[in-house]
DNA sequence: GCTAACGTATTT
DNA sequence: AAATACGTTAGC
């Protein structure tokens, strides 16, 4: 796989030598040996320095001031000696230099002439000997390049092609993503890489995914009403994983054992659209599990979705690549290349799929939401977001027990909440209450029972193997390219409309119609909500795909997502506005901590286990570290207008914390939360607070200290609609008709349900 | 000439 | 292995 890191060994060999000399602090001969980089570049070795697109979404945002390296700028107060590039700023597709020529003829790219083969005419850097040419400058016309769709302008030229040379480097040179960056992905995967991988990869051997200590094992069963009644996706006619891996190593792996130089040799159109569709089924095969989810009902609200229930799965052999008649030239989910229907037939060979011109729509989607960002923003100078960098998996040898033999089906929740109680509830009690009577559905997640999150959790080594693509760039072609370089009359955005109106997983299915579908089926508009809940295991290729999706709103609830995966995600997500993570771990959710998300409207961490006050203040405090002036000390939440925290075993004090920090605060949950009580509701209505004239509803649904008192308290909040006491012990019914009567002058509520006021508009 | 920051070496 | 340091390149 072409995850190459910017300091992988070999290929820099000279250039490393080189710097070697140069880097030395001690003997400065480093003008000497920069010198001699330049002279040495068109032979194999030194190579060119890349720099930044300056279109990217990382590349238009401004630096985010927090990350460790804007701290170590001098501009915000650091000594300046890291020299390094916001990590929200890192390019996602860094491009030659414009002093970049070709070796052969000594001119520039000329990709922006109108000539039709723009390809020939723009500049090819080897990820290999390193050498810059045009590919039509290049002598050996009959053997073939290898495009790397990952980099603009790379490939493993004909020349190393030819000479069987291998690229060790395939993500090509200048691809630096962050390798350095604390808890870069990266760095697992350069370690992972460099120990070698194993076809047979044993759950032992794998490095366990999370930071912590696994909450469950494989052997812990879910329950079995947990479960959807529906097809699973491991009935599915798949790969099998042995094969799927073989696919994946062929298609990615740059290591190169047995017959590696005849792997790589020539990619086909076919291999590519089996890339792509193997990659995309496997994303969809995970969101098809929820969209076929019935239990949830917001997965109605979400999309009507009767065909998600009934339509028979997914076929694997669908997706595969002799389905695509298509004559689309690329256009693979990763690759912008895509959008150029003109591909001319006597090079098919080049596994040509990268960058065009045209990319105004991205160059749109990323204005967009940055326009986006800056509105919700205007006084806030320096929140930013990562770029995508996405590092699919091949999840291969996660057979999906669960759903498949049923056995997981069978009961237990995990021992850890069965036997003993969180916030002071024992566990059973919470199974009490079904989940209907959650109200109004603002308490999103049923306070039903436990469900067990996934079974093992992804492991680091399935991410390793992927390759990190960047997002597409470029946009996707208007039309859908036909054979005999046709191309069919409808327009994509017609085809969108009808896009729209489909389920994700008929999405899916039409992704493996053709390149050119399966671009268009990505688009992020049809996905703007992406639903994980109580999916297995997160899987890289998840993450890749819901990265490529750019959702608004994700829901990771009850998975087994790591902290490192979550931060992943959620650094690049820049546009999210609802993220649920019901039960998921506080070692997870303390990725919040680090991160920020500054368009969130929606949290949800109800149940999270270990979410307490001291967690409560990590998530919701300010950096700690500011330097007056110049950084944002406001919190990363602050935007947060629906939280969910039922079931923490918190206290007034993270309620202090929420109501300081969290001035749009709207709808709040804290059913089930036993700590709170009337005090708590004194606080959240009391003078002052932005919370009393903020709040429109809150659920406070089995808070047995809540008592009647509470009522008079939200007398004081001026827009409350909803007020949810349902099953709260100590408050009667004749407080809440009394409320009603009070607030009869100014405000008509009724009682919805027992003990649940609503007002009524 | 200046700033940004890439890519690798060195230190922790 | 991760964090840090820095020579040097790229852009303006």
């Keep these: 796989m072409a995850l190459s890191l910017s300091a992988d060994e070999e290929d820099y060999d000279s250039e490393s030598e080189q710097q070697q000399a140069a880097n030395r602090p001690k003997p400065k001969i480093g003008a000497v040996a920069a010198v001699k980089l330049p002279s040495n570049r068109s032979a194999s070795g030194a190579r060119r320095r890349r720099t930044r697109c300056r279109k990217c979404e990382a590349c238009l945002r401004t630096e985010c001031g927090e990350c460790h390296f804007c701290k170590d700028m001098k501009k915000f107060g650091g000594p300046g000696r890291m020299k390094q590039s916001c990590i929200m700023r890192q390019c996602i597709a860094p491009v030659l230099p414009h002093t970049a020529v070709c070796v052969v003829c000594g001119e520039a790219g000329k990709e922006d002439t109108l000539d039709e083969d723009k390809f020939n005419v723009m500049l090819m850097e080897c990820s290999i000997c390193n050498e810059i040419v045009h590919p039509n400058c290049l002598k050996v016309k009959d053997a073939s390049g290898v495009v790397n769709d990952e980099l603009p302008n790379c490939w493993e030229c004909p020349k190393c092609n030819y000479a069987g040379k291998s690229g060790k480097q395939k993500r090509g040179p200048g691809f630096k993503y962050a390798s350095n960056l604390p808890g870069s992905l990266l760095r697992e995967q350069k370690a992972v890489k460099e120990e070698g991988e194993s076809m047979s990869m044993s759950a032992t051997k794998r490095k366990p995914e999370r930071d912590e200590t696994p909450r469950y094992r494989p052997e812990e069963r879910e329950p079995l009403h947990r479960h959807p009644p529906v097809l699973s996706p491991s009935t599915l006619p798949r790969p099998r994983p042995e094969d799927k891996l073989r696919k994946k190593r062929k298609l990615f792996d740059d290591d190169e054992e047995e017959d590696f130089s005849m792997r790589k040799k020539i990619k086909t159109e076919e291999d590519q659209d089996e890339e792509v569709d193997v990659e995309e089924k496997d994303f969809f095969r995970h969101v098809l599990e929820r969209r076929s989810r019935v239990d949830d009902p917001e997965e109605a609200e979400y999309r009507n979705d009767e065909d998600a229930k009934t339509s028979p799965p997914l076929k694997t052999p669908l997706l595969d690549s002799d389905q695509s008649h298509c004559s689309s030239p690329r256009a693979g989910p990763s690759s912008e290349g895509g959008s150029e229907p003109q591909e001319k037939g006597p090079r098919p060979k080049l596994r040509r799929k990268r960058r065009l011109p045209n990319k105004e729509l991205s160059k749109e989607l990323s204005k967009a939401l940055n326009q986006e960002i800056q509105k919700t923003e205007d006084c806030l100078a320096n929140e930013n977001r990562q770029p995508l960098k996405v590092e699919p998996e091949s999840e291969n040898e996660e057979p999906r027990r669960g759903f498949r033999n049923g056995s997981d089906l069978l009961g237990g929740e995990r021992p ?154 959620i650094n690049r997500l820049p546009g999210l506005r609802v993220l649920l993570l019901s039960g998921c771990s506080w070692m997870a959710v303390s990725a919040l901590c680090t991160s920020s998300c500054p368009l969130l409207r929606t949290l949800d961490v109800q149940w999270v286990e270990g979410l307490k006050d001291a967690q409560m203040r990590d998530l919701l405090s300010p950096p700690t570290d500011n330097r007056p002036g110049q950084l944002d000390n406001r919190c990363k939440l602050r935007n947060v207008v629906d939280l969910r925290l039922a079931g923490l075993d918190i206290t007034d004090a993270s309620l202090r914390l929420i109501i300081r920090h969290m001035p749009l605060l709207s709808k709040l949950d804290l059913s089930y939360c036993n700590h709170v009580n009337d005090q708590s509701v004194n606080l959240l209505t009391a003078a002052g607070t932005t919370t009393r004239d903020s709040l429109t509803e809150i659920n406070l649904s089995v808070c047995n200290r809540v008592t009647d008192h509470s009522l008079t308290f939200f007398k004081r909040c001026g827009s409350i609609c909803l007020i949810d006491l349902r099953y709260c012990k100590q408050v009667t019914k004749t407080a809440c008709e009394q409320f009603i009567a009070e607030m009869s002058v100014s405000v008509q509520f009724g009682l919805k349900e027992d003990k649940l006021l609503q007002k009524l508009s």
Excluded at 418 to 441: A, D, V
Excluded at 444 to 449: A, L, N
């Design 416 to 569: 850890h909440l069965r036997t003993k109680e969180m916030n002071g509830t024992p566990w059973e009690l919470r199974h009490f209450y079904p989940s209907q009577i959650t109200p109004l559905g603002f308490n999103r997640s049923s306070p039903g029972p436990r469900p067990l999150p996934p079974l093992s959790p992804p492991k680091c080594v399935q991410m390793e193997r992927h390759v990190i693509r960047p997002p597409p760039i470029s946009p996707p072609p208007d039309r859908l390219p036909l054979v005999a370089g046709k191309t069919h009359t409808v327009q994509r955005e017609i085809w969108m409309k009808i896009f729209g109106h489909l389920t994700h997983r008929e999405l899916c299915v039409c992704m493996g119609v053709c390149k050119t579908w399966n671009r268009w089926c990505c688009d992020k508009r049809l996905w703007t909500r992406i639903d994980l809940n109580r999916c297995k295991s997160i899987t890289p290729l998840m993450l890749s795909g819901i990265i490529r999706r750019q959702p608004l709103s994700l829901d990771l609830s009850w998975t087994n997502i790591s902290k490192k995966q979550l931060s992943w995600l």
